[in-house]
């Protein structure tokens, strides 16, 4: 009964009358009436109270025996004293004890200034030591992981970090060893430290016994400034507080948001700003003068790339990736108004259109991110948190330990949360419509087993979905199945049930709602679709496309068809890359643009759960780099659409009123924590159609006219989503229905891929799926702290196949679809069905976006194919009779 | 006087007869009958007031009621568990040991009502690791009970089904608190919980749980089967029943004696173990195992009762006496005392992991010469620093003892502390006197200076020597 969790009751605490709900623990029910009672253990982000460091004893009167505060939940009526003589002996006593084998190093402490064991010390300890003997000793600081030092003898062993270890990421590598006095922190046999969220414990500890390689000696406390932001290295866009120094960014700090993610980050928010201060970083516009860069002033970088894109016209198209609200908002601005295309797009795949997501942001079916903390179900459906947005992976895991939340996971690749499930099904890559279509019926039809048994039982439900469900033929069909589950769930009644949507880029929520779709402008208001991305690429191939514009994204490594994208950038007339980096696609720009980091923007994103966050500026921006909105706006009048934007706010102003339901935003309303725009009055204008004029300025401006019909697809405009081209391919290769009816859009299939290898047919062919790993990406690559981290190729394979094949983990092979190739090691996956491998996309090298081309071989036999073929020696044969082909060189 | 005082047995009857281990000879003296009796005609709450009424107390240190521990449990369909503790480990008890190899299946039954009473369905008896022999036994008796129809589904047709499972600790002193036995039985590092919740609320695998000695569960079924009344014909009023009572260290027959309790202390050290070896006299003693503040010859009159203890500042814990005649050094045993719980800290608290430590190596330094008296009185601060503060008991488990010791015997401290100074002084030939560094037995030395010359001669070396160490607190 939620008027019982609410009971509100008084107690006193030190002749103050304190009122508390029933049940808060002291130490917080104090803190409300401001008596601070000192803590070093009790940290309720990390569960249950431990009571190990004794340093909140207090006096309750009828209690004959101090009690720690930290785990006593207040009741009406207690009087509590903090201050007794009692007290006051029994705080010093446990900081004289704690300093028994603390070293005092502080003035060569990282923590020194920040530490909590200093302030408590001051605040509640003896005035004298008294002891006089040897303290312990330990060699230090060593490294617990690469990314973390660990000084023992600092440490005050309260248990947070293992604590975090084991309660919170679940991954039960620290652990405490010894006994005693001799106690420590460490793992088991030494190994490393390696766990995606591990630089949590540098900030919980209350010491300088764990800091980050990254910080250590970079600075003092008092020469640092605190900035707050929030991270766009992923959709979970945690709040984070830059730590700066002269101008630059010295550490990531997690800025506690309850609603977005719970004060933790993952390793990639915490240690990637390394990637701001890269040497490969793009300080300044480049211009290319026969392929080599040369240093261009902004007026001339501006003006060179709004020549090529008048050149083009309205044969010019759009790839937004990494983008703000404002940068996307401007770039489908200028490229529906000042050239009057409409290909523009930013999603990685196309697949589900406009409509549906539409459909799916309907603010009775969309979830809080807050409501899968009290969940009876959580669904996890077609995504892995843990590489698509890691603090969900938390989140989840934090709802199933503490709240008995059940989880259910329905993915093709095993993921991380799989352990903690209660029922966990796979479907074939590329096949998520035909399991979500079943499991609508079965919810419908009352079935008691299984997933739609659990959600037939279960109240509140969540279900967090991967939006590469939406992705590629199967895409438009699975969202219909998403959305007939959510109906006979009925999530639309239930106030805290809800579906969450994990884009596949950290903004990909917010570039959708303000016009970065082919098919839509700001607030879905329908178009009469240009080509998305696929049809982008065939239509630079096919010369129908003159001239790109590439913001944060580098197709070459993001997007399906490696071998297709350089075919198109090579063709591109002009290309003009907005990137924070040099990369592949960089290397056929004709003017590159530096972009700004997320600690040097000021602009604005939305979460998947609909929450506007605004990044701000809290560090210098390095070399000659300009805010996004004002190259835009400058470019956009350029190119002969005046935007009027000349300032950040203005830009944020025009989001606002161009998409409706985010009418009236600014910066005071989102705030530093954040608004979700389904819980202002504007959500009630989802649907209306933007006030923008979404021609060039030249045309009609009060309706919507078609773009030019798209040549490649040959489709007018039409029902919206079911029009998308069917086009993408298969690497998350459908093993059902296919005939051969979905290569890529305008019929681009590279001759030679058309003919599939004739030795390969029957080589042990898989049903190869592909996911984007959380450390694939340039922000790893260009940090050095994580670069360790950089994922090689990996073949997940079925512990089955692997029999068959005779392959082990760690064995050597080339995986190949027609005449595609990458090399990989064997990673054999006990969870994998039968039947069904996995690579990795957006690693540096053999990349799996290769293989998502023009299908060569899914044309003769349905799925995807690969042979894999032994390069080790001594490896295995496959043992379908045709060892021969194996040779112990491999080909 | 000696010759006069008799054991009252209960729980060691017939335990001279080897065949006492088997089933079989368990049932020849009535065994399981109580069992098969209470399953058939009684209802849990039955048994439970019984318990109630008879007044047993915990025999494994606390001395809390048996009865209220297992009424705690909450009623219902939930899991419930009942688990014995058998991880007799407190230096000076060995009762436990006793009770299981003599006589396994009255555990075994006094497992199978408690658990009846208290509903639950599985038991475990947690036994350290180091009674390998006992645990054996315990295996094989396990087996026989099962095999009779004792244990298992539906026994003896009554629809109570019981699983009982021996596990063997791995050797930590810290797995009998408790809590931390609940821990590791769950496979976790043994480490003792914050309470509440207590474990008759929330205990092993979250379920509630009933804990209990070896001894308090042995005397359940004679409880049940001849009623509280005759229980209470036992013993005192506050601490009714028999007691097994171990007693060692400087007595000429140590072992186990099974005792009414309020028997006096002089009975118990002088009448049954014989009283100190020839020419010696009884120094000091600890009543309650080594966790227990140690009492002087002038309580020997004492009854040994849970309440008679308890007034004279001690405690009876486990009922293990260890007797020090005056052969020992009460610093030296203060010392091995301390290193025992410093060594058996787990260390999840702060005042048991740090103050055992810094004890340890103030009583190292007081036997080594090089401490002064006031380190006697930042002894004494830092045991109080420690009761009272821990997460468990074991902190007080040192600091209580240790305390008593300073404060009794805190003239044998000084003396020992400025012999084994004495020693380490270079003589006038600038030689290094007695055996110096670890001076354990305190050699006193080729110095000529007396203990007076060497109090002076440290105070004018300026080192601090409180006013208070020479009035000093004289208790013995």
């Known amino acids: ?786 670069r360790f981290l950089s994922p090689a190729q990996r073949l997940e394979i079925s512990s089955a196949d692997a029999r068959r094949l005779e392959l082990k983990t760690g064995d050597e092979v080339s995986v190949s679809s027609g005449s595609h190739f990458v090399n990989a090691r064997v990673a054999i996956r006990t969870a994998l069905p039968e039947g069904t491998c996995f690579l990795i996309e957006g690693t540096i090298s053999d990349n799996a976006n290769l293989f998502s081309n023009g299908r060569p071989a899914a044309v003769e036999i349905g799925p995807p194919r690969i042979e894999l073929d032994l390069v080790t020696a001594g490896g295995a044969t496959p043992d379908s009779g045709e060892a021969g082909d194996t040779s112990e060189g491999g080909e | 006087m000696s010759g006069q005082v008799h054991e009252t047995r209960i729980l060691l009857r017939h335990a001279e007869d080897p065949a006492l281990a088997t089933i079989e000879g368990y049932r020849s003296y009535g065994g399981y009958e109580t069992f098969q009796k209470a399953l058939k005609s009684m209802e849990p709450d039955e048994i439970v007031e019984v318990l109630e009424e008879s007044g047993l107390r915990g025999r494994g240190g606390a001395g809390f009621s048996m009865g209220k521990k297992v009424s705690f449990l909450p009623r219902g369909d939930q899991d419930k568990y009942v688990c014995c503790n058998a991880d007799e480990s407190e230096p000076g008890a060995f009762k436990d040991r006793e009770l299981m190899q003599r006589n396994p299946h009255q555990l075994i039954e006094g497992i199978a009502i408690a658990s009846y009473a208290a509903g639950a369905g599985h038991a475990f008896i947690f036994i350290r690791g180091e009674y390998d022999r006992q645990a054996d036994i315990l295996d094989r008796a396990v087996e026989e009970a099962y095999e009779a129809g004792f244990l298992g589904e539906d026994i003896l047709g009554s629809g109570y089904s019981l699983d009982l499972v021996v596990h063997r600790g791995a050797g930590a002193y810290i797995c009998g608190e408790e809590t931390a036995l609940l821990d590791a039985l769950e496979g976790k590092r043994g480490n003792p919980r914050l309470k509440p919740p207590f474990p008759a609320v929330q205990g092993l695998y979250g379920g509630p749980t009933l804990i209990n000695n070896v001894e308090t569960l042995s005397n359940v079924s004679h409880i049940v089967a001849n009623g509280a009344e005759w229980f209470r014909s036992f013993g005192t009023e506050q601490s009714p029943g028999t007691k097994v009572v171990s007693i060692s260290g400087g007595v000429r027959r140590p072992g186990n004696y099974e005792v009414e309790l309020g028997i006096s202390l002089r009975d118990l050290i002088f009448g049954l173990a014989g009283g100190p070896l020839d020419g010696h006299d009884v120094k000091a003693f600890y009543p309650g195992g080594s966790s227990s503040p140690v009492l002087t010859p002038a309580e020997l009159d004492l009854p040994y009762s849970f309440e008679a203890m308890a007034e004279a500042g001690s405690m009876l814990g486990s009922g293990s006496i260890i007797v020090a005649d005056d052969s020992v050094s009460i610093p030296h045993m203060a010392l091995r005392t301390a290193r025992f719980y410093h060594h058996e800290s787990c260390g999840k608290c702060t005042p048991c992991r740090e103050g055992t430590n810094w004890t340890v190596k103030m009583l190292e330094r007081v036997v080594r010469g090089e401490a002064t008296p006031m380190e006697l009185d930042i002894i004494t601060s830092v045991q109080q620093n420690i009761i009272g503060h821990c997460l468990c008991v074991l902190g007080d488990s040192m600091a209580m003892p240790v305390s008593a010791m300073v404060a009794k015997f805190r003239d044998e401290f000084e003396q020992v502390i400025a012999e084994a100074a004495l020693a380490r002084i270079p003589t006038t030939n600038g030689d290094h006197g007695g055996n110096g560094g670890n001076g354990i037995d305190g050699g006193t030395g080729t110095s000529d200076l007396n203990l007076t010359d060497l109090l002076e001669r440290e105070r004018l070396q300026g080192r601090p020597i409180p006013v208070s160490e020479q009035e000093s607190p004289d208790a013995g």
């Open chain 1, 1 to 786: 009964m939620p008027a019982e969790k609410l009971n509100r009751i008084i107690l006193t605490v030190d002749g103050r009358e304190i009122e508390a709900d029933e049940g808060t623990m002291l130490v917080d029910a104090a803190r409300l009436g401001d008596v601070e009672i000192p803590v070093f253990c009790y940290e309720p982000k990390l569960g249950d109270p431990v009571g190990a460091c004794r340093m909140c004893l207090v006096e309750i009167e009828g209690i004959p025996k101090l009690q720690t505060a930290c785990s006593t939940p207040v009741r009406d009526g207690m009087v509590v004293h903090t201050q007794t003589a009692q007290v006051k002996e029994a705080q010093e006593a446990v900081v004289e004890f704690l300093l028994v084998n603390h070293p005092l190093d502080c003035p060569v402490c990282d923590k020194g200034g920040e530490c909590p064991l200093q302030d408590i010390s001051m605040g509640w300890g003896p005035d004298r030591n008294r002891m006089v003997d040897q303290k312990r000793h330990f060699e230090k600081p060593v490294p617990l992981s690469p990314l973390v030092a660990i000084d023992r003898e600092r440490c005050i062993l309260c248990y947070r970090c293992v604590r975090f270890s084991q309660e919170v990421s679940e991954d039960s590598q620290l652990q405490l060893l010894e006994r005693g006095d001799s106690t420590y922190v460490g793992t088991f046999d030494d190994r490393p430290y390696i766990a995606p969220f591990q630089g949590n414990i540098t900030e919980l500890c209350p010491v300088g016994a764990l800091t980050s390689y990254t910080y250590r000696f970079q600075a003092r406390p008092w020469d640092i400034e605190q900035g707050g932001s929030v991270c766009t290295l992923c959709p979970s866009q945690c709040n984070v507080s830059f730590t700066v120094r002269d101008e630059q960014v010295k550490r990531v700090l997690a800025r506690d948001n309850p609603e977005v993610d719970d004060g933790w980050l993952c390793d990639k928010g915490r240690y990637g700003f390394q990637a701001m201060y890269s040497a490969d970083r793009v300080l300044n516009p480049v211009r290319f003068e026969d392929g080599q860069p040369v240093p261009a002033g902004w007026g001339e970088a501006v003006e060179l790339a709004a020549d090529g894109l008048l050149r083009a016209g309205s044969k010019t198209a759009v790839l937004v990736g990494e983008a703000s609200n404002e940068e996307g908002y401007l770039l489908q601005r200028m490229i529906r108004r000042a050239l009057g295309s409409s290909d523009i797009d930013s999603r990685r795949g196309p697949g589900f259109g406009a409509a549906d997501a539409l459909a799916l942001a309907d603010p009775a079916i969309s979830a809080r991110v807050v409501d899968i903390d009290h969940a009876d179900l959580v669904l996890v459906v077609g995504t892995d948190p843990i590489h698509s947005a890691p603090s969900f992976d938390l989140r989840i895991r934090k709802a199933v330990r503490r709240h008995g939340t059940a989880l259910a996971v329905a993915t093709d690749r095993p993921t991380a949360l799989d352990g903690g499930a209660s029922e966990v099904e796979r479907f074939d890559p590329g096949t998520a419509s035909a399991w979500l279509s079943s499991i609508a019926d079965e919810v419908a039809a009352g079935s008691g087993d299984g997933i739609a048994g659990l959600v037939n039982r279960s109240g509140h439900t969540v279900i967090v979905w991967g939006e590469r469900i939406g992705r590629g033929d199967d895409g438009p069909a699975a969202l219909a199945a998403l959305a007939r589950l959510a109906e006979a769930a009925g999530i639309a009644a239930e106030q805290e049930s809800g579906l969450i949507g994990i884009p596949e880029t950290a903004n990909g929520r917010g570039l959708r709602e303000v016009g970065c779709l082919p098919d839509a402008g700001p607030g879905f208001t329908p178009l009469d679709p240009g080509r998305d991305t696929d049809a982008i690429r065939a239509g630079l191939e096919s010369g129908e496309i003159e001239s790109i514009v590439l913001f944060g994204i580098d197709p070459i490594r993001d997007l399906p068809d490696t071998e297709g994208w350089r075919r198109a950038l090579e063709a591109a007339d002009h290309v003009v890359c907005f990137s924070m980096e040099a990369n592949a696609s960089t290397e056929f720009a004709d003017v590159l643009f530096p972009l700004e980091s997320h600690a040097e923007k000021d602009a604005t994103v939305t979460h998947p759960e609909g929450r506007l966050q605004r990044v701000r500026p809290s560090a210098a921006r390095p070399g000659d780099i300009r805010p996004g909105w004002m190259v835009l706006a400058e470019l956009s009048a350029l190119l002969g659409h005046e935007t009027g934007i000349g300032s950040a706010p203005d830009a944020l102003a025009a989001v606002a009123d161009a998409v409706p339901f985010y009418e009236g935003l600014d910066d005071a309303v989102i705030g530093g924590r954040g608004v979700r725009w389904q819980d202002r009055p504007a959500a009630t204008r989802l649907g209306d159609p933007t006030p923008d004029p979404l021609t060039p300025d030249s045309g009609n401006e009060e309706t919507v006219t078609s773009t030019p019909p798209n040549p490649s697809t040959g489709e007018p405009g039409g029902p919206l989503s079911s029009t998308q081209p069917a086009g993408f391919d298969s690497e998350e290769g459908p093993t059902v229905g296919r005939d051969g009816s979905g290569s890529a859009p305008g019929g681009v299939v590279p001759p030679e891929d058309v003919e599939p290898e004739p030795s390969s047919t029957t080589t042990g062919a898989l049903t190869l799926g592909t996911y984007r790993d959380l450390w694939a990406d340039a922000t790893t690559d260009l940090s050095p702290a994580l």
